[in-house]
Nanobody, 126 residues
Framework: VQLQASGGGLLQAGGSLRLSCTASGRTASDSVMAWFRQAPGKEREFVAS????????YYADSVRGRFTISRHNAKNAVDLQMNNLKPEDTAVYYCAASSRRVILSQLSAPGSYTYWGQGTQVTVSS
């Protein structure tokens, strides 16, 4: 499985951006797709995740209410709609996919995901 992320860019605080990630190859029926981000000098952190079926989404506290993750199974893709962006959202955003079911407590752990995209830069200016 290969993941291709797109949609990053440079914008001002308060703006919106939509990231997309498309998976080539077949993912497991109980897989999870997620977005992580990594700012310079910081560890990679969880942003949001969604299961392949059921549309159950989970968000980091820092983005809840501003970001929305959605999955398009027919396209084997996942999007991240980001609204009201803040300078602290500046980071490289990575999409990820698990190879099997991930329990709730492990959804935010990078080690739960087998496949990773190349990352797309999001820069928010104040």
């Amino acid at each position: 499985v290969q993941l291709q992320a797109s949609g990053g860019g440079l914008l001002q605080a308060g703006g919106s951006l939509r990231l997309s990630c498309t998976a080539s190859g077949r993912t497991a029926s109980d897989s999870v797709m997620a977005w992580f981000r990594q700012a310079p000098g910081k560890e990679r952190e969880f942003v949001a995740s969604i299961r392949r079926f059921g549309d159950t989404a989970y968000y980091a506290d820092s983005v809840r209410g501003r970001f929305t993750i959605s999955r398009h199974n027919a396209k084997n893709a996942v999007d991240l709609q980001m609204n009201n962006l803040k300078p602290e959202d500046t980071a490289v955003y990575y999409c990820a996919a698990s190879s099997r079911r991930v329990i709730l407590s492990q959804l935010s752990a990078p080690g739960s995901y087998t496949y990773w995209g190349q990352g797309t830069q999001v820069t928010v200016s104040s």
